[in-house]
Every structure is written in structure tokens, then in C-alpha cells.
């Protein structure tokens, strides 16, 4: 039976069959059908797909009506118009093949994209395109693939694809299991495995997690645990759990199970990370605590297709005393890295689409503190080596950055992608009326100060720094303070105590927010 393509991969196939050579990199959510996409690409010539785990190289062949060849450990290709690789078999088989041999390269979870292996595979070939495909918005290193990959040129994320009926919603859930972790240290772009194996995987805490597990979860379970002893010892406390190594021969046969009901859940190591589908997973049990966002948003990505038999995922966050770690949690699936000061994690539950996100922007649209924005803003500056001119932006919790100018108009510059860049919109009264397309953020951020130069003189003492803090400082108007008045009476909101002690920055803001 021919496969029906929906609407938006339908409409990244035109964009990539328009393109007539480079690297340039698709990011579509977990669950949206990255395989169909580049499955259906016109080919010019043969194909070469990269992957780095053994079920990605072979999980795409029934997308392909045509020749399809393997490189991997006992297998080699000859020919096929199709070839996937393993990274590690290929780079040490470029011998084989010719440097033109392939027209258009797709690497898959293309945020790997940037290790050496990859690079030597790159650099040997001289395709016509090459195309990248991740779910994952950015890697926990914060190391770019501008290197690689000269720009997005497609992307669907995790909140549209839930607002659009092609991912399933999230119900977040925290659970004290105990877990105490403050004294694990950081280890690169996550914990040291070691410690942290030591600080969770005990006979009490492996209970705690199997009886969260008989209390909360719903269906078909996955368990993500921190070493495959841990999965060993969670899986032995519960009734008809199997576990799944790397050293687990029969995996196809036991997910085949799982899908079938005939195992009610599974407990892994690493494995169900990237590429693995199996649409019946009811609930995602973390019982394996991260800093690493890419690899949380993958583990929570293996229960977000659709079901007919589930309605929404579960997702049971196993949770303790983290100290200074900055552990994450459901908001980070949505690129949300800072939770305003007035939610803690504690208070992530429920669903994440409406009643988290609607939560978070509410905090975040509150009056904000002047003195920790700065702070952000020069962190920002530090961190990236960047110049923002000194415009006065606001750092909202997804990274973006957002200037108002007055007369209900904002600038917005959105949080640097996986490539380094970003790019820049005004709207006025809720139309956009100008954009700025993607480039480098540097480039971006001079670009929206030479806009603001040229086109907003009169409203200077809105957006540069140095006269915000000098007007900004003055108390706040008669007509301010009245104004404020009524926007919060006509608004119903009971949060905002307004007096006299109000700055004029302060009465700016709300009256921003409010109006």
C-alpha cells in the first residue's frame, strides 16, 4: 500500500528536491517521520545514508522501493542504489568507494555530526547535497553545526507537532523517590556516570522506583535507568519487566513483545535514546537524572507517537535533592532552560502543551527583576563572545531575547539554533511588519541595532541601555501610575500591587505587558 505523506513532510520533500547542491540540516520532532522524508527525496544519483547505532542502518529499508545496500560489521554493499552506513564500519571502508560515488548524503540524528568519525566521512566524499536530519534542537556541549551544516531549511518541533495532532500531549508527573545527587559532580555535558550510578542505584531507591512504577504508571512502561546494573536491579522488583542491553541479542523479538502486551515494561540503558519505534509506549519513567537536554528530550521522545490505544504519555520524572545541579525537566523539552524564580521544579505537573506552558509564560510576563536581566544579558555576551550594543533586551525562559520600542511594538530575536544562527522579527500590534532571515547571531544582533539606529531614534530612551537606566531610575509618573491603574482593573489582576515606590522602567514594563 502506497505511503499517504502529510502535509508538512510533503512540503520539506519540495524544499529539499529545489535545492541544487550544499549541507543543510531539517530538525523535526521525534515522532514526525524523518525516515519518510528523506525515503522520499528525488535522487539524482545513489544515496548514502549515515547512522550511528545498528537499528538506524537498518530501519529505513522499508521506506525504499529500490536496491538497498548495508555497510556495517559483516555486511557491504555493491552497488545498491540505496546505501546505509554505519559511521564506524564506513570510515574505514572509504577505500571501497569512489569520491563521487553518491549524489546526495542524509545523515541521520545529524546532531553527531560534528565528532571526528563523521568529519573524515564528509571531507572524503564530494556529494551534490548533503542533508541532516535531528530531533534534537541543540547538544548539551553547545557545540554548533554551523561547521557542518550552512542553515536549518525545515523544522517542526516538539510543541507544534503536539498542537497539531501528530505527537502525543504530555502529562508530567514528579515523583520524590529520594534520590539525592548533590554531590555528584559534572562530567562534560552531563554527570559523572560513576557517581551517579553510586547515588541512585540502591536496594531502597530501586523500590521507590518500582513502586512509582505499580502506582503511576499507565500501559506499556519504558524505563530509562544510569548503568545497565541499575536496569538489572529495578527490572528484578518488577512483575514481568525485561531488560535491554546493548548486549541483548533478541531486541527485535522483545520489542515485538512489548508491542504486543506480552511484556508490560521495559527498563534500558541508553538504548531507546534515539531511533527505536515503538508507538505503544504509554508511559516514560526517568529514573536516570541528566543535565544533558538533547539526551532527556530523546528519552522522553520514544513515547510520543500516536497510539490508538493511548491518549496521552505519561511521563513520571523520578526527582530528589539535586543541590547546585541543574537537572532537567519537562520544561526543557520546549527549549525552556531558566524557569521563572516563581516555579520551582516541584511545580511541573500536568499536562505540558496547556497547563505547563500556559504556567511558565505567565511567570515569565510578570514584572522583572532589572538587575538579574542585566546579568543574563552580559552572561549571554560572555558566554556566545557576542555584542548585543547595548540595546536593552529581555531574556525570555526559551533563550530568546525581546526589545520593546513602545506604541505596542517588539523586537524579537529567537534563540540561536543548532547551526549558531537565528533570526530577528518586529510586530506591531500583534502583525509582524518586518523580518530579519536567518544568519549568524552576530550578524542578527547588528542587524536589529542598525534598524533601531536608523528607524527608531525617538523611542532611544526605550532600547539603549545606558538611557533606560538613567530615565528608568526617575519614579514613576502621575500618568503612569494612573494608567497602570486602570489597565490592571480592566485586566483583573490581583498579583500587581501598584505605589508610589514604582521607577519608571518598572511602570514601563507592566504597562507593556499589561496593554
Given amino acids: 500500500m502506497e505511503l499517504k505523506l502529510r502535509d508538512y513532510q510533503q512540503e520539506c520533500i519540495e524544499i529539499i ?7 543543510y540540516l531539517v530538525a523535526v520532532a521525534t515522532g514526525l517521520g524523518k525516515t519518510v522524508i528523506f525515503s ?3 535522487r539524482r544519483g545513489r544515496m548514502l545514508i549515515l547512522s550511528h547505532r545498528e537499528e538506524l542502518v537498518w530501519q529505513p529499508k522499508k521506506y525504499f522501493k529500490c536496491t538497498y545496500g548495508v555497510e556495517q560489521a559483516e555486511h557491504h554493499s555493491s552497488g545498491e542504489e540505496v546505501v546505509s552506513a554505519s559511521v564506524q564500519s564506513l570510515v574505514r571502508r572509504l577505500d571501497s568507494f569512489a569520491p ?38 541543540n547538544r548539551a556541549d553547545n557545540v554548533k553545526l554551523g561547521e557542518v551544516f550552512s542553515k536549518i531549511i525545515y523544522e517542526r518541533n516538539l510543541k507544534w507537532g503536539i498542537k497539531h495532532g501528530y505527537l502525543s500531549d504530555i502529562k508530567c ?71 535491554v542491553s546493548a548486549e541483548t541479542e533478541n531486541r527485535a523479538e522483545i520489542i515485538e513483545k512489548f508491542t504486543n502486551r506480552e511484556i508490560p515494561c521495559l527498563v534500558n540503558c541508553m538504548i531507546f535514546t534515539e531511533g527505536t519505534d515503538m ?62 524564580k516563581n516555579i520551582t521544579k516541584e511545580k511541573i505537573q500536568g499536562k505540558l502543551l496547556t497547563e505547563i506552558e500556559d504556567m511558565i509564560e505567565a511567570e515569565a510576563n510578570r ?16 558566554n556566545g563572545k557576542y555584542d548585543t550594543h547595548k540595546v536593552n533586551y529581555i531574556i525570555m525562559p526559551d533563550g530568546s531575547m525581546i526589545c520593546s520600542i513602545g506604541e505596542k511594538r517588539v523586537i524579537k530575536v529567537r534563540a540561536e539554533d543548532i547551526t549558531g544562527n537565528s533570526y530577528a522579527y518586529m510586530v506591531h500590534d500583534k502583525t509582524i511588519v518586518w523580518t530579519i532571515p536567518a544568519a549568524p547571531m552576530q550578524e542578527i544582533l547588528d542587524a536589529v541595532y542598525n534598524r533601531l539606529v536608523c528607524d527608531y531614534q525617538r ?8 538611557l533606560v537606566k538613567r530615565w528608568g531610575a526617575l519614579p514613576a509618573s502621575l500618568s503612569q501610575i494612573s494608567y497602570l491603574k486602570k489597565l490592571i482593573h480592566k485586566s483583573r489582576r490581583t498579583d500587581i500591587q501598584v505605589d508610589h515606590n514604582l521607577s519608571k522602567y518598572e511602570a514601563s514594563v507592566l504597562i507593556g505587558q499589561l496593554a
Wanted: hydrophobic share 40%.
Fill in 173 to 243: 508527573l514528579q515523583v520524590d523517590i529520594g534520590y539525592d545527587i548533590s554531590d555528584v559532580s559534572k562530567q562534560g555535558d552531563d554527570l559523572n556516570l560513576s557517581q551517579l550510578s553510586h547515588a541512585v542505584d540502591t536496594p531502597l531507591l530501586n523500590q521507590a522506583v518500582a513502586a512509582a512504577y505499580r502506582e503511576y504508571a499507565v500501559g506499556q512502561t519504558l524505563i530509562f535507568t544510569a548503568t545497565v546494573q541499575h536496569a538489572h536491579h529495578i527490572a528484578e522488583l518488577i512483575d514481568g519487566a525485561v531488560v
Fill in 459 to 466: 523611542a532611544k530612551y526605550l532600547w539603549d541601555l545606558k
Fill in 17 to 23: 528536491n529545489g535545492l541544487e547542491s550544499g549541507s
Fill in 367 to 382: 514584572q522583572p527583576d532589572w538587575k538579574i536581566n542585566v546579568q543574563l544579558i552580559q552572561l549571554f555576551e560572555t
Fill in 100 to 137: 563521487d560515488e553518491f549524489d546526495i548524503i542524509i545523515t541521520d540524528e545529524a546532531h553527531h555530526a560534528v565528532a571526528e568519525t563523521y568529519r573524515q566521512i564528509y571531507e572524503y566524499f564530494t556529494s551534490r547535497l548533503h542533508i541532516g536530519f535531528t530531533a534534537t534542537p
Fill in 279 to 340: 508507538p505503544l509506549i504509554e508511559t516514560v519513567i526517568i529514573a536516570r537524572p541528566t543535565r544533558n537536554a538533547s539526551l532527556y528530550t530523546q528519552m522522553v521522545g520514544r513515547g510520543l507517537r500516536l497510539h490508538p490505544d493511548k491518549k496521552v504519555l505519561q511521563l513520571i520524572d523520578c526527582v530528589g535533592i539535586t543541590g547546585k545541579l541543574d537537572i532537567c525537566t519537562a520544561p526543557d523539552l520546549f527549549g525552556i532552560g531558566k524557569l521563572p
Fill in 40 to 42: 522520499h527525496i528525488k
